[in-house]
């Protein structure tokens, strides 16, 4: 459903003015993970969930987890390493059941973390046994989304959101096993899917197959905001984990450059990007979730050199004040557009488990930035 509701004037992202201390930043990012772990340890499912949210291996929890690695390497609180180390240790450190799905491997991600910070080896061990066997049996099949009968497209990188998923857990395969057949594959994939789901003009990746004509209400493109923030997360993620003199970062680092001039085009004056990215900012609802894909996005972008600071870190100040206007007092983290695949209506009290990830995602970036607490981009410069 595309929007077409008429925004609020103003939020109270446009007026407030969040302190941009590191310790700040990570506060708010600590108070968003009680308020979740909490309302997971209670059993809390969102009115707006679907048959994944309970998937204690899913897509749904597995980003949370994955966002929840980034504040345990920073957190002097340990909650969040041994809530990372029992859920591998709950899930048999396995990945979830369809095997080629990169829904599935998500969580993953989260394994190879703790196999570095306690959980050991063993931690690797299903999760390389899962990416062996799709290796000897690597699927072939087009990436027509749901165009040919007895076809799934899904057993490949179809749909922009896979690579969020799959990517980064196969780059860190290598990185933690020193096999490089798993980054290849992931490289290869990723260029399969990039050749097919990236608009060359607008720099922006289609949802899947089925986007490719379809138009919003006054003619444009549609580009789904948590879609790209999928992708341009999992682009840095998988960046991450290549060393630098691989010679397929090139043509990643490209593709990042080029949706971060793109999404820094039309990032909206509070701060956050619209649902559908090319839609009429002025009907556009507040969203959090692909806003702080990309401000994550950005933030890594800068401290690694593949985005000048002078020219985006006025971008990552924006949606970083965008996110803290979602977090609710309680720490619940609002704004989340509930399981979709298209733009879709949102409001202040939706959220879910991937949003919160996101947030953390982003908000361990924005604090690894170190910027000070003026509303003025930092003196120091990098490119």
Same mark, same amino acid.
């Given at each position: 459903?595309?929007?077409?509701?008429?925004?609020?004037?103003?939020?109270?992202?446009?007026?407030?003015?969040?302190?941009?201390?590191?310790?700040?930043?990570?506060?708010?990012?600590?108070?968003?993970?009680?308020?979740?772990?909490?309302?997971?340890?209670?059993?809390?499912?969102?009115?707006?969930?679907?048959?994944?949210?309970?998937?204690?291996?899913?897509?749904?929890?597995?980003?949370?987890?994955?966002?929840?690695?980034?504040?345990?390497?920073?957190?002097?609180?340990?909650?969040?390493?041994?809530?990372?180390?029992?859920?591998?240790?709950?899930?048999?450190?396995?990945?979830?059941?369809?095997?080629?799905?990169?829904?599935?491997?998500?969580? !993953?991600?989260?394994?190879? =973390?703790?196999?570095? *910070? @306690?959980?050991?080896?063993?931690? &690797? $061990?299903?999760?390389?046994? %899962? +990416?062996?066997?799709?290796?000897?049996?690597?699927?072939?099949?087009?990436?027509?989304?749901?165009?040919?009968?007895?076809?799934?497209?899904?057993?490949?990188?179809?749909?922009?959101?896979?690579?969020?998923?799959?990517?980064?857990?196969?780059?860190?395969?290598?990185?933690?096993?020193?096999?490089?057949?798993?980054?290849?594959?992931?490289?290869?994939?990723?260029?399969?899917?990039?050749?097919?789901?990236?608009?060359?003009?607008?720099?922006?990746?289609?949802?899947?197959?089925?986007?490719?004509?379809?138009?919003?209400?006054? !003619?444009?493109?549609?580009? =789904?905001?948590?879609? *790209? @923030?999928?992708?341009?997360?999992? &682009? $840095?993620?998988?960046?991450? %984990? +290549?060393?630098?003199?691989?010679?397929?970062?090139?043509?990643?680092?490209?593709?990042?450059?080029?949706?971060?001039?793109?999404?820094?085009?039309?990032?909206?004056?509070?701060?956050?990007?619209?649902?559908?990215?090319?839609?009429?900012?002025?009907?556009?609802?507040?969203?959090?979730?692909?806003?702080?894909?990309?401000?994550?996005?950005?933030?890594?972008?800068?401290?690694?050199?593949?985005?000048?600071?002078?020219?985006?870190?006025?971008?990552?100040?924006?949606?970083?004040?965008?996110?803290?206007?979602?977090?609710?007092?309680?720490?619940?983290?609002?704004?989340?557009?509930?399981? @979709?695949?298209?733009?879709?209506?949102?409001?202040?009290?939706?959220?879910?488990?991937?949003?919160?990830?996101?947030?953390?995602?982003?908000?361990?970036?924005?604090?690894?930035?170190?910027?000070?607490?003026?509303?003025?981009?930092?003196?120091?410069?990098?490119?």
């Amino acid at each position: 459903m595309l929007l077409a509701l008429q925004a609020p004037a103003a939020t109270a992202a446009t007026s407030a003015q969040p302190t941009l201390a590191p310790d700040a930043v990570l506060a708010l990012a600590e108070r968003a993970a009680d308020y979740q772990l909490a309302s997971m340890a209670a059993g809390w499912v969102p009115a707006n969930a679907a048959y994944e949210t309970p998937d204690r291996k899913g897509w749904v929890q597995g980003a949370f987890f994955v966002g929840l690695t980034d504040l345990a390497a920073r957190s002097s609180r340990p909650i969040y390493r041994q809530t990372i180390l029992l859920r591998g240790i709950a899930n048999e450190w396995k990945l979830d059941e369809r095997l080629y799905h990169a829904d599935d491997q998500v969580i !993953g991600q989260s394994y190879i =973390w703790a196999a570095a *910070n @306690g959980a050991g080896p063993e931690a &690797l $061990a299903p999760s390389r046994k %899962a +990416l062996d066997q799709i290796l000897e049996k690597r699927p072939r099949v087009p990436l027509g989304f749901f165009t040919e009968a007895g076809v799934d497209c899904q057993t490949r990188w179809c749909w922009c959101d896979a690579l969020f998923m799959a990517p980064p857990l196969w780059a860190q395969m290598s990185r933690a096993t020193g096999d490089t057949r798993y980054a290849s594959f992931a490289k290869e994939e990723l260029k399969v899917t990039t050749d097919y789901l990236f608009d060359p003009k607008e720099h922006l990746y289609y949802r899947d197959s089925r986007f490719f004509d379809r138009r919003g209400p006054d !003619g444009e493109k549609i580009f =789904w905001s948590r879609g *790209n @923030g999928w992708v341009f997360a999992g &682009l $840095a993620r998988t960046l991450e %984990a +290549l060393p630098k003199t691989d010679p397929g970062r090139g043509a990643i680092e490209t593709t990042f450059r080029q949706m971060a001039a793109r999404l820094r085009g039309i990032q909206k004056p509070d701060g956050y990007w619209s649902p559908s990215l090319l839609g009429n900012p002025a009907k556009s609802l507040p969203e959090s979730s692909g806003t702080a894909f990309y401000t994550y996005g950005f933030a890594w972008g800068i401290r690694n050199g593949l985005l000048d600071r002078a020219g985006y870190e006025p971008v990552v100040r924006r949606g970083w004040r965008a996110l803290t206007a979602s977090v609710h007092p309680s720490g619940k983290v609002g704004h989340v557009q509930p399981i @979709g695949d298209s733009p879709d209506n949102v409001t202040h009290d939706d959220t879910q488990y991937y949003g919160v990830g996101a947030f953390l995602m982003a908000a361990t970036a924005v604090a690894d930035l170190k910027l000070d607490a003026s509303n003025q981009p930092s003196k120091a410069t990098s490119k």
